[in-house]
């Protein structure tokens, strides 16, 4: 998650000892948005539905605590999982309480990164997932972080994304599933044509897909604009 550069947080996940309060109550599942089970599941399915393989290796971007990865570690080729997150401690508690074979994933392909710089991570990834990340940012964030993915990994064949949606001009507008969002303040909406001209200035042919998600995020496929749409 991008840091704030604002005088105040954009998102109740850069409250000052969020983290730290969460963790020490036990509570690694909940601050994640809840909705565990389900949500992972959701992942798992999106990400096979894209064509994900198990000699594929896929960037679970805003990983948490792993609430994907415990699904998806074992279903991969050992070591092919990589995870960034803005909190380094909720990723470790993740893979301390929730993955079942720990020699799957080496601690170090659980980077922390505050700024989507993706400190230390390969180029070489065929699939990357950023599920309810940008739903806690603005607008303007969320363009420079598409933006770093698509230069920091070229050789990226798609790219999983959410997003809350509203129409242009649109201030506060409540979801199918209940959320009210808003394109001032978290959770955060963009008309569509927006994350489709974000996308394509950071190099990709996005288009929204019809896959019902929890809480009313729209799900985005992007692939880079060079490749052809299907995958080898």
């Known amino acids: 998650m991008v840091k704030p550069r604002a005088s105040g947080p954009v998102s109740p996940y850069l409250m000052p000892g969020f983290y730290d309060r969460a963790l020490a109550e036990g509570r690694h ?14 992942q798992m399915r999106l990400l096979i539905e894209a064509g994900l393989q198990p000699g594929h290796r896929v960037l679970d971007i805003g990983a948490g605590s792993l609430r994907l990865g415990c699904l998806l570690v074992p ?6 999982y990589w995870a960034t997150d803005l909190s380094g401690a909720l990723m470790r ?5 929730e993955l079942a074979d720990k020699s799957r994933l080496p601690l170090h392909h659980l ?3 505050g700024d989507f710089a993706f400190p230390g991570l390969p180029d070489d990834f065929d699939l990357a997932i950023c599920f309810a990340v ?5 607008p303007g964030m969320t363009e420079a972080a598409l933006a770093r993915i698509g230069a920091r990994f070229p050789r990226l064949k798609r790219l999983l994304f959410t997003v809350f949606q509203a129409p242009e001009g649109v201030e506060s507008l409540r979801q199918r599933d209940g959320v009210v969002t808003h394109a001032s303040r978290p959770p955060w909406h963009v008309p569509p044509a927006q994350v489709a001209a974000m996308a394509r200035a950071a190099g990709f042919d996005a288009r929204p897909l019809d896959t019902r998600l929890p809480r009313g995020q729209v799900l985005w496929l992007a692939e880079p604009a060079s490749l052809p749409p299907q995958m080898p």
């Open 134 to 138: 940008f739903t806690h940012l603005p």
């Open 111 to 113: 980077v922390e990164d």
């Open 93 to 97: 508690r993740g893979w301390e309480e």
């Open 29 to 42: 599942r909940d601050i994640v948005g809840g909705r565990w089970e389900e949500t992972g599941e959701a």
């Open 75 to 80: 279903w991969l080729e050992a070591g092919n």
